[in-house]
Each structure stands twice: as structure tokens, then as C-alpha cells.
């Protein structure tokens, strides 16, 4: 097989099971929590409605939406600083002055989603300090 066309379908594979296998194994679990309960049934055991809710509800786990915010923000900022440094480290070694400008273009992306992401995190911490 030719590569032009092997390497579409290698990516398009891999991108397809990184979304589908998650999603199998979930709804595998799922499915694997009724037939206990239907086993149960069958055999004529009492089941504890705290067991029951819990293997066919969703784990849901309280979300800081301040804290999470402030991480990507943070980590944001990080990255941006990180591609001002490096195209100030390439200008100065490869001497071309439009390498700092093109390492400017996605600093000045994740900083400003990072900044936005900081502000999320001060209106999120503020709707929490409102609501407690």
C-alpha cells in the first residue's frame, strides 16, 4: 500500500479509537452493573437501594470550577511566556528577526486564552463566595 494513502487511514484509525474506545468501555461497564442486577434479581437477593442508585447513576464528582479556571489559566499564561522566550532564544540564534514575530502569533493566542480563562476564574470564584 502507498503511504500517501496509508497514513490518512492510520490517522483517521487512531483518531477514531481515541473517541470510540472510551465510549465502549463505558457503555461496557454499564452494561455489566444491569446484568449483576438482573443476576440479583434472578436469585431472588434484596438489593439496597444506596447499591442500586449507585451502579446505575453516573459518578458524578463535585467540579471547583474556580480552581479548574485558574489551572488552565495559569498553564495558558505559562505557554505563552514559554513562546515569547523561545522566539527571543531563535532570534538570537538564528539572527532572522521575523523569528520572534512568528513565535509572537501563538504566544499572543494562548495568552489571551489564558487571561480569559484567569478572568473565568475570578467571576467563578466570586458566584461561589455569593452562593456559600
Do not use: C
Not at 490517522?11 to 442486577?37: M, N, Y
Not at 532570534?91 to 513565535?103: C, P, R, T, V
Not at 502569533?105 to 478572568?119: C, D, E, M, N, Y
Amino acid at each position: 500500500m502507498d503511504a500517501d494513502i496509508f497514513v490518512p487511514f492510520v490517522f483517521f484509525g487512531f483518531l477514531g479509537a481515541i473517541i470510540l474506545v472510551p465510549i465502549w468501555l463505558k457503555e461496557r461497564t454499564k452494561q455489566s452493573a444491569h446484568q449483576l442486577i438482573a443476576q440479583a434479581l434472578d436469585k431472588g437477593q434484596p438489593l439496597d437501594p444506596a447499591l442500586l442508585r449507585q451502579l446505575t447513576e453516573p459518578a458524578k464528582k463535585p467540579q471547583d470550577k474556580a480552581r479548574n479556571s485558574l489551572g488552565s489559566g495559569v498553564v495558558l499564561m505559562g505557554l505563552a511566556l514559554g513562546f515569547v522566550g523561545a522566539g527571543f532564544a531563535v532570534q538570537q540564534i538564528s539572527g532572522a528577526e521575523e523569528a520572534l514575530g512568528g513565535m509572537l502569533v501563538p504566544a499572543a493566542i494562548l495568552g489571551s486564552l489564558g487571561f480569559a480563562f484567569l478572568l473565568l476564574a475570578l467571576v467563578d470564584y466570586a458566584t461561589k463566595k455569593k452562593d456559600q
